[in-house]
């Protein structure tokens, strides 16, 4: 984040769910603040904080916080749930003037590979699947950015070589829900 976003220090991570990603970056010095509309994701991720986040009860399109109190806003994995013009205005709203609104989706083929390890370990097929790749073959945050007034848009294609096991991925699938 501080190699795209030069000088944030305080950033809100939208949609936290178990605040896996919150946790990581304030880890690395960052003040921040973590909202999701779902209340049990966000006990979950109070229970695992050890660097004093402060997490809400929110939704993106309703954000109980300050005009520009953000250096910078970040939404990992779920943007194309609320990729639409009412929350990213308000996403917009809270972010200061100069700050950097990062919105990271792993790629569908990533994803279909994550589900398929996750339904044989567990047996049990995820039911919300058909409907998240019906949410993601219509996501198109850039228009929707461009339409709110954001006049610097870029995409980045990013490579990560990540592994994890299978306990680690069961556990990520509570924020996915």
């Given at each position: 984040?501080?190699?795209?976003?030069?000088?944030?220090?305080?950033?809100?991570?939208?949609?936290?769910?178990?605040?896996?990603?919150?946790?990581?970056?304030?880890?690395?010095?960052?003040?921040m603040?973590?909202?999701?509309?779902?209340?049990?994701?966000?006990?979950?991720?109070?229970?695992?904080?050890?660097?004093?986040?402060?997490?809400?009860?929110?939704?993106?399109?309703?954000l109980?916080?300050?005009?520009?109190?953000?250096?910078?806003?970040?939404?990992?994995?779920?943007?194309?749930?609320?990729?639409?013009?009412?929350?990213?205005?308000?996403?917009?709203?809270?972010?200061?003037?100069?700050?950097?609104?990062?919105?990271?989706?792993?790629?569908?083929?990533?994803?279909?590979?994550?589900?398929?390890?996750?339904?044989?370990?567990?047996g049990?097929?995820?039911?919300?699947?058909?409907?998240?790749?019906?949410?993601?073959?219509?996501?198109?945050?850039?228009?929707?950015?461009?339409?709110?007034?954001?006049?610097?848009?870029?995409?980045?294609?990013?490579?990560?070589?990540?592994?994890?096991?299978i306990?680690?991925?069961?556990?990520?699938?509570?924020?996915?829900?």
């Amino acid at each position: 984040l501080r190699k795209y976003c030069k000088g944030c220090k305080t950033v809100l991570d939208v949609a936290c769910g178990t605040g896996i990603a919150t946790r990581q970056l304030a880890e690395r010095g960052l003040r921040m603040y973590g909202c999701d509309r779902s209340e049990e994701m966000l006990r979950y991720a109070r229970g695992h904080d050890r660097q004093s986040i402060r997490y809400t009860h929110a939704s993106a399109d309703t954000l109980p916080y300050a005009n520009e109190q953000f250096g910078a806003i970040t939404v990992f994995s779920a943007f194309h749930y609320f990729c639409d013009e009412q929350s990213t205005r308000e996403i917009m709203r809270v972010l200061k003037p100069d700050g950097m609104f990062i919105a990271v989706n792993r790629s569908g083929e990533i994803e279909t590979a994550h589900q398929r390890i996750i339904e044989e370990a567990t047996g049990n097929t995820y039911a919300g699947f058909e409907r998240r790749e019906r949410i993601i073959a219509a996501y198109n945050p850039e228009l929707i950015l461009r339409n709110v007034g954001c006049n610097q848009v870029a995409r980045r294609e990013l490579s990560i070589d990540e592994t994890v096991s299978i306990d680690e991925e069961l556990g990520m699938l509570q924020s996915r829900q």
